[in-house]
């Protein structure tokens, strides 16, 4: 049975669109979240790390972090917070299934899901 995959997409990130062409040409089953418009809520952020083979500090980009003056000396459930209320600070893409999930920026990303 194919797995279907679901990415966190960003559409003006080169690596979130060169991931999701990726899964397209396999002619994979691809569900699109464009986490900028839509949101995410902090029970996806906790059911992602559930099935992640990364930590919830490496789902944040530091760089956008800083440039809103957010403080990412907190708990892992006020850092989920922070991810939902804020999610240009989310690391992309993300791609995940009901088993498994990676951060999609390197070339192996496949081979980990």
Known sequence: ????????????CGKSRTALKFLEE????????EYLSEGITQKLIKDI???????????IRKKEAKELELNLDQNKSELIKLISANPK???RPIVFTDKKA???????W????
């Open 26 to 33: 396999k002619k994979f089953k691809v569900t699109i979240h």
């Open 1 to 12: 049975m194919p797995k279907n995959y679901t990415i966190l997409h960003n559409p003006r």
């Open 110 to 113: 496949f081979s980990r899901i």
């Open 89 to 91: 600070i989310l690391q």
């Open 49 to 59: 790390l559930a099935i992640a083979d990364f930590e919830l500090e490496e789902m």
């Open 102 to 108: 990676v951060i999609a920026r390197d070339d192996e």
